[in-house]
């Protein structure tokens, strides 16, 4: 029988980067993956730039059931401390917007280091195995893969969540969890469009491919990024956003404009050009398409002219409060995150390893850990992945 230190499941960013992290302590780590190969949603991540990290990596931009969960490890392993090994590589990259972080040239150049690294660190990498649920044994833990049975000290679960299958994404690492007993925090597709039915659905094609910033809320969380119409709802960051807090069944509130100045700016026009339309006057605020699209809506014809002060309130206060009800989201299918997963309270948050059974550890996406959109997945990859690599 093959005798390891530690096997991680999963050659993702979490599970690559813990490798690595044990293999410089002198283990002899082997990672197990069943694709063909390693960090393929780093490949693809960030439109193929990878955003890598967030200069503003706050615990506040996290969704758990214990919002103070990844406190520690984020803190111990920073996004400066991994900006320090990309600029250490070689990497070139830029800030492109509210602190994302992006390589100047491919994604690639983050799956390279991370290969060489693992390599440096003597790390055996094992792509296309078929791997089982971990046991315990007397010594810790056996595992059959590809006909062949394993054993090592520790285990290291970084296999994910369940979001874009057609990748390879399993709920393999909840199936480890239950088997060993461990609670799991209900699962939903996170920064994901939202889907829309009926005539709202078709009042939102006709704007497909048009984008605005707006203000969108649910859940308790508020957003203002770009929001896109798309042929099946919307999206765009602000959207992807909020999902992560949306739950079925519930509305979700866009501001177009902000009352206050929504009122003051058409007050204005109407006090400069009374003859002009309501549409010509709101069009000076948003897309004309979408002004005309929203009036429409809201039955509002005419002139600016002929609206009182208090119709041009309720306007005003229509464009802040819009109310849309979606009919569901993408789902996992186009999902960049699952959120919940294995319980933060059967975690230590200092290790990442289960306080029931000793030696097995849950890092990445597949614990109830999830980051806003804009490199603050990865960051938990890579700090939660640092955090168990230095006793695992
Ligand atoms: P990850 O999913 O990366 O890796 C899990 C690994 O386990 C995979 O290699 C998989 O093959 C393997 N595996 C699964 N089941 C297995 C089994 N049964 N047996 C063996 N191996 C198994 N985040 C961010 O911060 N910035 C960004 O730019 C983006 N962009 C982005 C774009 C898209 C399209 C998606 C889908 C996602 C993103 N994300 C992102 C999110 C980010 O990709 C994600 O949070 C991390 O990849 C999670 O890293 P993990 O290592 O935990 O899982």
Redesign the pocket.
């Known amino acids: 029988m093959e005798k390891w230190d530690c096997i991680v ?7 690559m980067f813990a490798a690595i992290e044990a293999g410089r302590r002198g283990r002899r780590v082997l990672v ?4 063909r190969a ?5 490949r ?3 439109g193929g730039r ?3 990290t967030n200069i503003f990596c706050e615990p506040e931009r996290f969704i758990s059931a214990n919002p103070r969960f990844a406190t520690s490890a984020l803190k111990r392993f920073t996004a400066s401390d991994f900006v320090a090994r990309v600029e250490a590589e070689g990497i070139a990259y830029h800030e492109k917007t509210l602190g994302q972080l992006f390589c100047d040239s491919s994604a690639r150049d983050i799956i390279d280091m991370l290969m060489r690294d693992m390599s440096d660190a003597g790390v055996v990498l094992r792509l296309g ?1 078929n ?1 089982s649920v971990p046991v315990c044994t007397e010594r810790g833990f056996l595992i059959r893969v590809e006909g062949q049975e394993l054993e090592c000290e520790t285990t290291v679960v ?4 369940k ?2 299958p057609k990748m ?3 709920g ?1 690492g909840y199936r480890v969890a239950e088997a060993h007993g461990l609670k799991l925090e209900p699962t939903r597709p996170g920064l994901v469009p939202l889907t829309f039915s009926g005539p709202t659905l078709e009042n939102m094609k006709a704007l497909a491919g048009l984008s605005t910033d707006a203000v969108v809320s649910s859940g308790g969380a508020s957003f203002r990024e770009g929001l896109l119409f798309t042929h099946r709802g919307l999206s765009g960051p602000s959207i992807l956003q909020v999902s992560s807090y949306w739950r079925e069944g519930e509305e979700v509130q866009v501001e177009w404009l902000e009352e206050a100045a929504a009122f003051e700016g058409l007050r204005s026009l109407r006090q400069a050009n009374g003859k002009l339309s309501v549409a010509r006057a709101l069009a000076e605020f948003l897309p004309k398409r979408l002004a005309d699209s929203l009036l429409t809506q809201m039955s509002v014809t005419g002139r600016i002219g002929d609206m009182s002060d208090r119709r041009l309130a309720e306007l005003a206060s229509m464009l802040a409060h819009w109310w849309v009800l979606p009919a569901g989201s993408e789902g996992y299918r186009t999902a ?2 699952t959120v919940g997963g294995v319980s933060t309270a059967e975690l230590d948050s200092k290790t990442m390893e289960t306080r029931s059974v000793p030696g097995l550890y849950f ?4 614990v109830d850990v999830t ?1 806003w959109l804009g ?5 938990w ?1 890579w700090s939660s992945g640092w955090a168990a690599g230095q006793v695992c």
């Open positions: 499941i999963g050659a993702g960013a979490a599970g197990l993956d069943h694709a390693p960090g393929e949603k780093i693809i991540s960030g990878c955003n890598f195995q791997v970084a296999t994910g969540g979001s874009i390879g994404a399993t393999f960049e995150v890092i990445g996406e597949v980051g490199g603050y997945n990865f960051q990859a």
